[in-house]
């Protein structure tokens, strides 16, 4: 058997160019699919476009509406294809964001004035009952929230007021235990109420030898 170095490594080199050729056509036709998805999801007004070349000079795009009107938008946008390649060198680029970010600010403060009843003198009633409905809207929820946070209140107030009770009952048997155990040591104890009575007999008995010696002393004396 003879071997053939150089074609089999031209064999492998096809066989490696043509894994690559089929998996960079699934990869265009998964990123062609997921623009066309993404046309279709809510961004209408979206301009989507993908152009793939490949190495054998195939040409595949997707474009919506079409290539040709989304290049000239992009062309057309003020500093768009500058700001790309050099987005902080670009001071038009830079200038039309910042008026559009001005733009935004102005309206947003409009509209919370408007929110706040203040600037309402070009409003008409049809105007003024749409402000109305939207505030009412915004009122109940709200309101929906507050009663949800005084009800986690209340729920924590009453979990405070649980573990509270059982720690107070808790101090109150250790208390009665307490007690139970200093009467039972006093009871069994002989000198605290036995020592007691001995001591009030010999008080009484040594206040009775004197007031008979004082007896004793004045029948003495008159006689």
């Known amino acids: 058997m003879q071997f053939h170095p150089q074609e089999d490594k031209d ?12 998996k960079v ?3 265009a036709n998964g990123s062609l699919h997921a623009n066309a998805q993404l046309r279709l ?5 979206a301009l989507v476009a993908t152009l793939i070349f490949s190495s054998t000079g195939r040409l595949s795009e997707f474009a919506a509406p079409s290539m040709s009107e989304v290049l000239k938008k992009y062309h057309e946008t003020p500093g768009m294809t500058q700001a790309i390649g050099h987005p902080c060198q670009n001071l038009e680029f830079w ?10 600010i102005d309206f947003l403060q409009l509209q919370q004035s408007y929110v706040m009843g203040e600037n309402l003198t070009c409003f008409q009633l049809k105007d003024l009952e749409i402000l109305e409905s939207r505030l ?8 929906e929230k507050k ?10 107030m009453a979990k405070k007021e649980h573990l509270l009770l059982a720690e107070n ?18 009871s069994s104890d002989p000198s605290s109420e036995g020592g007691v009575d001995l001591t009030r007999q010999q008080s009484g008995s040594k206040e009775f030898n004197v007031t008979l010696e004082l007896g004793l002393n004045r029948r003495y004396a008159s006689s």
């Open 41 to 45: 999801i809510g961004l209408q007004a």
């Open 169 to 186: 009952t808790m101090l109150r048997l250790k208390i009665a235990d307490l007690e139970s155990k200093r009467h039972r040591m006093e």
């Open 147 to 156: 009663v949800e946070c005084f009800q986690l209140h209340a729920q924590e």
């Open 95 to 104: 200038k039309h964001e910042a008026v559009l970010l001005k733009k935004q």
């Open 25 to 27: 056509s699934q990869l």
């Open 11 to 22: 064999d492998a080199v096809r066989n490696t160019s043509y894994e690559t050729s089929c």
């Open 136 to 143: 009412c809207v915004a009122i109940n929820k709200i309101k």
